[in-house]
């Protein structure tokens, strides 16, 4: 019986994607398994047999790798074996996924895993492991580096894992799998890149020599070819390590290049030795034009492929870069040095009849004495060839961008010219003057070049980022969107050496309706603004980026899945799907914030049906946290906001016995994860119901916070527990998310809420304890050209660099003090909140978009400034910040979007949390997350 559980989900019906479902079902049918049940998921599919589910908590589980070609034929012979033998196993659901699986930067864990089966008992994992291996002999596959094969060579293999058994919340909200013994000892099921196993876990095959089956650590040094002695591993990766060795023959330095058989395989039958191999071939020929490392040996052990190159010594350029931008920039005639060998490589390169394709700072050292070498050849071609496309989206010309990663060889061909090349360079040349994101000359639009004109970026970013003003011509004309319209390289060399046009003045570059604000202080006791420049704000823009992202969230909702939004590309952990920082609570209350500021009724009817995937799931957590952030209670809040606006007063009654389940006593104070969230939600909640259990529950929370403060040197700061399962332990910081402005934020709110119930010993309480933090903060500060700054650590040094960050930067710490200013009327806490916001628009181009540590969190915190001091130069900068984001938008199916698949929809850092701002910004309404002191006396 073959089942989609979600007939609402839209299926690929191309044959690629039909294929391994094509392929199951026929062996299903031949051999009577018409009421196996079969369902198909976006990344695997899963097969059982009637009446049967997986029985075992634990035990030995087997997996079968396979590539994408031989994968069909991998899973006909395996289902042949598994359907007679009856064994429940999925596998991966098309040939898109087993690409995944075996792609050069998959996990190293999981790679390779093509089919996973679920034997009943060790019986059957014996039988199984044997007749699969004999099944699949011959075929082709990538080693599971997590697991043991049955026999050296062998598709199959095994480790000791999970099948139905528990998953942990630990206290940082994250789901981890844990399985428990027979002894009753706990052991974490991590799929590491190496075969680990409980102490209880006894050998399946009891007529193998008896040993233990892990690896036993050694010191003797690894030695590759019979002559190659690795010193230091460079990096590991799915695909094979790099590493640094010893020639024994020659005594000199090499690099050893390692490629895993299999990985990286695709429908031609090529994998990474392939590519490998053509390295090598390519050192061979670039070797006369002494531009790369030399060539030392090529050779095979054990089935896998590596290459042994001359050491380049020196450093590569990214982090050439980083340490030059830490220390200022480089200077214009170092910076001119430096780039001028650059081209002249590339130059070099490109006249010898070849393209690089991969052309940036990663690839590329600088020697000692300044010069620069290629040192990573894998995609250098002859111009014109025809090869599988390769590139990095950050420093890829748009042509090839456009094209993606699917293209023919003879598409890539087309567009993976010396042009590409160029553009590649110019985004190099931005990157290592900067030390920014380079799709600030990229392009943050797939397939679109950078903007131009008045919206161009790069003569701003120059006037905070001063190595940059010389090149800006320069990197413009390697940058255009038009491959033919772009400068050549000697037009670049003639720009370097004084003979072309002359340099752009960067100031004069600015548009006029940039945000440039005054320099000089408005009124006594004000902060000089801050030195970047904004691009101009404009209205229709920030409409649009709201109203294609909101049309995003509900285009993108999928309901029918465990989590309902999709997850953001990036590796993140497994956390709780009904969080507020990267769960579908945060969505939901943008959303709610959306509907009642825009109205509409597809907006309602988003609201609703979110609301109730979560009202459905409220209590189905393995233990309810507290934080506002990743626990429950920023899911009661959401949730309650959404049934108020849907007038489902259940639901909200719902939303607050979730609430009034949280614990009021936790090992964490902060406010994320701990009391301060949970005692802060509570506050919301009794604001909008008037249930006094609610203020209750909150103050129960502040009085475990200040038990839990540390007033060490008259300070009033508060560590995470060193009980906390959490990797927050013993964390003792300033900031917002995990320190002592959250926990101030928090007290504040809960003072002013005793104060309007009449409970005047908690107000005293409760208000001198937020003052003792917000005075603490002052003695911590370091003021520096009118920035202020604060420690990472309780007691460390200060971090000086701009920094953007809501969680543990100057936007949330500042937050805090202008609340504590409005409250007491104290000076001092706002002039240190005005020197947090020239922190944090000091340099907005370095950071990401989102809300925890991005521009959204700064921007909410300049309109918190503008809202509490009437100051309208505040809101202009703000209007800057929303400025800065609309310039990082990408466009995904036609819609201008804020945040692209690798940053998902998460409120965190994703497209929810900047939505928010927008949403404020255009609408108005008080900082989200958050009870204002003027708020807790008016419930």
């Known amino acids: 019986m073959i089942t989609n559980p979600h007939p609402a989900r839209p299926r690929d019906e191309s044959a690629d994607s039909l294929l391994l479902l094509d392929v199951a079902r026929a062996v299903l049918e031949r051999r009577g398994g018409r009421r196996w049940t079969v369902q198909p998921s976006d990344a695997w599919c899963y097969v059982r047999p009637p009446g049967l589910a997986v029985r075992r908590a634990h035990g030995w589980k087997i997996h079968v790798s396979a590539t994408p070609l031989s994968a069909a034929l991998v899973l006909a012979r395996s289902a042949e074996v598994l359907t007679r033998r009856r064994a429940s196993f999925k596998f991966a659901v098309d040939l898109e996924r087993v690409v995944r699986l075996g792609d050069v930067w998959h996990d190293r864990g999981s790679g390779g895993k093509f089919i996973t089966v679920y034997p009943d008992d060790d019986e059957q994992f014996r039988i199984l492991a044997r007749e699969l291996d004999a099944a699949t002999a011959g075929l082709s596959g990538p080693r599971v580096l997590s697991d043991r094969p049955v026999r050296p060579g062998s598709l199959v293999s095994f480790r000791y894992g999970q099948f139905t058994g528990d998953m942990i919340l630990t206290d940082d909200g994250v789901l981890e799998p844990w399985m428990t013994g027979p002894d009753g000892s706990r052991f974490k099921d991590e799929r590491s890149a190496g075969f680990v196993l409980p102490s209880w876990a006894i050998c399946p095959f009891p007529d193998e020599p008896a040993g233990p089956m892990t690896a036993t650590a050694t010191t003797a040094p690894v030695l590759l070819g019979g002559r190659f002695k690795v010193v230091r591993a460079v990096r590991h990766a799915n695909k094979g390590g790099v590493y640094r060795a010893s020639d024994e023959r020659t005594g000199l330095d090499v690099i050893v290049k390692h490629a895993r058989a299999h990985v990286g395989a695709r429908l031609d039958g090529t994998d990474v030795r392939d590519r490998l191999r053509d390295e090598a071939r390519m050192l061979e020929r670039l070797a006369p034009l002494g531009v790369t490392p030399g060539k030392v040996h090529l050779f095979e052990e054990q089935g896998d492929l590596f290459l042994a190159e001359e050491l380049v010594p020196g ?463 002052v003695r911590a500060a370091r003021v520096e050209d009118g920035r202020a700054a604060w420690p990472a650590e309780v007691g460390g040094k200060p971090q000086l660099r701009p920094s953007t960050q809501w969680c543990n930067g100057p936007a949330g710490i500042g937050g805090f003090l202008i609340r504590l200013w409005s409250a007491t009327g104290l000076r001092q806490f706002a002039d240190l909140a005005e020197r947090a916001a020239v922190a944090g628009v000091g340099d907005p181009w370095r950071a990401i978009a989102g809300a925890c540590c991005g521009n959204a969190g700064t921007g909410h915190f300049l309109l918190d400034l503008a809202d509490l001091t009437g100051e309208a130069r505040f809101r202009a900068r703000a209007e800057g910040i929303a400025a800065v984001i609309d310039a990082q938008h990408c466009e995904i199916d036609g819609l201008r979007l804020v945040a692209d698949a690798t940053s998902g929809s998460e409120y965190g850092n994703g497209a929810a949390g900047i939505l928010d701002f927008l949403l404020r910004l255009r609408h108005g309404g008080t900082r989200p997350w958050t009870v204002s002191w003027a708020q807790g006396r008016n419930p």
């Open 315 to 777: 450093q590569p350029l990214h982090l050439w870069q980083s340490a030059r931008v830490r220390d200022g920039g480089p200077g214009v005639d170092e910076a001119t040095a430096l780039i001028s060998r650059l081209v002249t490589l590339v130059r070099t390169v490109h006249e010898a009849g070849f393209v690089i394709r991969d052309l940036k700072p990663h690839n590329v050292m600088v020697t000692p004495a300044g010069d620069v070498r290629l040192i990573d050849t894998e995609y250098v071609i002859e111009a014109g060839r025809e090869s599988a496309p390769a590139y990095t989206r950050g420093f890829a010309a748009p042509e090839v961008r456009a094209l993606g990663l699917r293209a023919s060889p003879a598409e890539s061909a087309r567009v993976a010219g010396p042009e590409a090349d160029r553009f590649s360079l110019g985004v190099m040349l931005f990157s290592l003057l900067t030390d920014l994101d380079p799709r600030w000359a990229a392009g943050w639009i797939d397939g679109a070049g950078r903007p131009r004109g008045a919206r161009d970026p790069l003569p701003l970013i120059a006037l905070t980022h001063p190595p940059l003003a010389p090149f800006v011509e320069v990197i413009d004309g390697l940058t255009m969107a038009d491959p033919g319209a772009r400068w050549t390289l000697p037009q670049a060399v003639d720009r370097l050496t004084g003979h072309g046009t002359r340099p752009r003045e960067a100031g004069a570059a600015v548009p006029a309706s940039a945000s440039v604000p005054a320099t000089t202080p408005t009124a006594p006791g004000t902060i000089a603004a801050p030195r970047a420049v904004l691009p101009p704000y404009r209205p229709a823009a920030i409409d649009r980026l709201l109203d294609d992202g909101l049309a995003h969230l509900r285009r993108t909702m999928t309901p029918w899945r465990a989590t309902l939004w999709p997850a953001p590309e990036r590796n993140v952990p497994h956390t709780d799907p009904c969080n507020t920082w990267n769960g579908a609570a945060g969505v939901l209350a943008t959303l709610t914030h959306a509907a009642r500021a825009r109205g509409g009724a597809s907006l309602l009817t988003t609201v609703a049906e979110a609301a109730r995937w979560l009202d459905e799931r409220l209590f189905d957590a393995p233990r309810l946290l507290p934080g506002l952030c990743f626990g429950r209670s920023g899911t009661a809040w959401a949730l309650l906001d959404a049934a108020r606006l849907l007038g489902d007063a259940a639901m909200a009654d719902r939303a607050v016995t979730l609430a009034e389940r949280l614990p009021t006593m936790w090992p964490s104070p902060d406010f994320t994860h701990g009391l301060s969230g949970a005692g802060t939600a509570h506050l919301h909640l009794w604001q909008a119901t008037a249930d006094d259990a609610l203020l209750d529950a909150a103050f129960a929370c502040a009085d475990a916070v200040l038990d839990a403060a540390d007033r060490a040197d008259g300070d009033w700061t508060w560590p995470t527990s060193h009980a906390t399962d959490s990797a927050l332990a013993g964390a003792h910081t300033y900031g917002f998310a995990h320190g002592t402005a959250g926990v101030g934020a928090f007290l504040l709110a809960a003072a002013a809420a005793a104060e309007v119930r009449g409970r005047a010993a908690e107000a005293e309480r409760f208000t001198a304890a937020a003052r003792g933090a917000g005075e603490t903060l």
